[in-house]
C-alpha cells in the first residue's frame, strides 16, 4: 500500500511541477505579447506548493521512518487542495 501511494503521490507532485513550470511560460509568453499572463501571485502560489509537496515527496520516497506514508499522503493532499484552490473555487 505505501508503495502505491508514494508512485500516486510522485505523480501528483510531478504534475504539479509541470503546471508551475507551464505556468511560468504563459506568464512570460503573455508579458511578451502585451498582455498580463495569468499573474505573479498565482505563478508563485504553484511554485510554493509544487516546492513544498516535492519536500515531502522526497521525504517519503529517500525517508527511513515509518511516516513515510504520512509525508505521501500529505504530498498529495497539499497537491489536490491546491488544485481544488488556484482551478475550482
Known sequence: ???VLRGVSGALVAGM?????????VQFWG????GIG???FIVGGHWGVALVALFLQVRAD??????RAFQALC???V???SLTYWWWL
Open 1 to 3: 500500500m505505501g508503495t
Open 75 to 77: 504530498a498529495a493532499l
Open 17 to 25: 511541477l509541470v503546471l508551475a513550470v507551464t505556468l511560468t511560460g
Open 79 to 81: 497537491v489536490l487542495l
Open 62 to 67: 529517500r525517508g527511513r521512518s515509518p511516516a
Open 38 to 40: 495569468p499573474g505573479w
Open 31 to 34: 508579458l511578451g505579447k502585451g
